[in-house]
DNA sequence: GTGAAAGCGCTAACAG
DNA sequence: CTGTTAGCGCTTTCAC
């Protein structure tokens, strides 16, 4: 802590601005910027010169003189409107951050990450309209919040996850295709036999709720089964379990269940086991996410896998795009993809048991 | 993409400037400065009408502006040099990252995410040189990776875990007390009733694998029993396993293990299964670390708790201090908890069986 | 194609 | 205590 030797007398700058660059390269201080900006209308002689210099030089541009005159920021926002308890228990944020993160590293934008609980609202708010990003990565887990909605008339934002309302559809977002995986698994579970096929829903309310819930219904509408096993849960495992006892209590026959994330499916594990029953072969049981709730059920879990860091840099990438003035559509879906495990082996390998075992 | 309306003709500036605050309360540029920088030498009546300005036209101050005349940016770069496998499969980072996007938020320093593979590890450095951040945090889970040291003379930065070599500690770093998790966790299988205590210990040119060595030896020596029984492994599962059965083959007697991670410990419970035995009636197994592996371990997996949001707060803390100029320990060790589980039960419940079953 | 000149919005001596 | 005066390092018309 004791001052350490730093501006010697008659030190030289340790940092090389654009005008030392000038000066060796012998141009002025405006080509050489033409240069940095790849501009095309330099010679190549001089970009060669210039280049040249850069690199004995070992310039580096200074981004805030650059902003400062440009009136771009080179700085992309990354808000997590959550509760710092929720963002340290989800490993989805991290996914999402990490994959926009490492899609900007290829690109010559910063990315500033903000979390903004509750009371600090207002002061991100006032901080991305201060002029201080050219735009804003909004990811917001399983909710569809739109909160910082309106800050898209004024700077460039791109979502994680679709909007709940109708009327703000105005948005970019990037989404995953909650619809189309839920369907998927569970055609999964009818060809592996089971025909008499439940779902543990998520709020009704969120758009993961209940687009999965859609896809659930539209694939046993195709295989021509009964979609009348809904039960709703809130994405807690505890939630999950309750869900899968009203499921049992209902006297009818169930050998499948499609729980609307990986957490419930956990839950409904535990009700299925209490009850005595055997997991894959009484219940088959799907989930949705693919996190390590997932990997490491026993049974394995099998689940819809999201592609969270692509979902980050495709947030990211779309974001850059709107920023750059480039064409982007609007509304970008990502595909899921199935990850089959034992939870739900098909009926098949006990064809000889057809008649019930007592 | 069609232009969208923005800079209509004759359109006002929609950010005021310092310079409108100034006009609107009829006082100097450098005045206004002085209230937003919270200089003491500005009387109390013409504070509170800039405040008043400010408040009025919502004005808010442009960081490079403010960066470039201050020859301070107010940014800190959270260095990240991993692979993004690694990246993407380690919940550590993603908790010390929030650990210290957290902090920062209440602070005027924003963080700057840098994702450093092998690739561009020359640009990142020269992003770090190039005056663009004010400090750097760099994070290597389980590494002691200080390849980014040399950068501390040019730059104040904070590391992530204790540096591997002697030489390098002229460095700051905040570091998890491996040592004495280690002991505390033996400590208590020792309370256990167990005697015959081996532990799967990580690399041994890697700190965290050093340390948590020494803190079972040193907890093994002061309760008099015998640190023979060491197995190195890579922190993988596999390499757990293996040293597992290698433990086993030899003829002696364990009755509990200290593996010097949870994944290691994960890895122990297979080969324990393998040969038929039981957890914890025959062996105790306990891991370091405190991810999922050890809550979703069955039994459950008695661990040390690493703080990984405090470790990255407290790193964010320190570098706060150093660029501000203020008094910081150049060392910082974070306390660890020893969180209990099933798999460790003391062996007193069985005290009816001190006679071997067979 | 290239250079000259005029700032971007703010801070930081220096006077007063 | 407050105003004046210079820039910070770069981009960007506008001439040449």
Chains 1, 2 share one sequence.
Do not use: C
């Amino acid at each position: 802590m004791t001052s350490t030797s730093e501006t010697g007398p008659g030190a030289h700058s340790p940092v090389p601005t654009l005008e030392m660059v000038a000066a060796a390269a012998g141009v002025s201080r405006a080509t050489v910027s033409r240069v940095v900006n790849a501009s095309p209308s330099v010679s190549g002689p001089v970009t060669e010169a210039v280049n040249e210099a850069i690199a004995r030089l070992n310039y580096v541009p200074n981004r805030a003189a650059r902003s400062l005159a440009s009136r771009r920021t080179q700085v992309i926002a990354l808000v997590v409107p959550e509760t710092t308890a929720k963002l340290f228990s989800d490993p989805f944020f991290a996914s999402v951050v990490q994959g926009a993160a490492l899609y900007l590293s290829d690109t010559d934008y910063t990315l500033n990450m903000l979390i903004s609980s509750e009371t600090r609202s207002e002061k991100t708010r006032r901080y991305l309209l201060g002029g201080n990003v050219d735009g804003a990565l909004v990811v917001s887990h399983h909710s569809g919040d739109h909160s910082y909605e309106h800050l898209g008339q004024s700077l460039p934002i791109v979502f994680g996850g679709r909007p709940l309302l109708q009327s703000e559809s105005e948005s970019y977002f990037v989404d995953v295709d909650n619809e189309a995986g839920a369907a998927t698994v569970t055609r999964h579970l009818v060809e592996g036999g089971r025909r008499h096929i439940a779902t543990i829903a998520g709020p009704q309310d969120m758009p993961p709720g209940f687009d999965r819930l859609r896809g659930w219904s539209r694939a046993m509408d195709e295989s021509g089964l009964d979609a009348g096993l809904v039960e709703i849960g809130d994405f807690t495992p505890e939630s999950g379990a309750a869900a899968m006892r009203r499921l049992l209590a209902r006297a009818v026959p169930i050998d499948g269940v499609f729980a609307a994330n990986d957490q419930m499916a956990a839950g409904a594990y535990s009700a299925i086991y209490a009850e005595g029953l055997r997991i894959p072969q009484d219940i088959a049981v799907a989930g949705f996410d693919g996190n390590y709730f997932s990997s490491t059920a026993v049974p394995a879990l099998t689940t819809i896998n999201q592609p969270s860091h692509e979902l980050g840099a495709k947030m990211a990438e779309v974001l850059v795009r709107r920023i750059e003035n480039k064409p982007v559509q609007r509304v970008t879906l990502m595909e899921t993809t199935l990850v089959v495990r034992p939870s739900t082996a098909p009926l098949e390998i006990t064809a000889s048991q057809v008649i019930p075992p007592h």
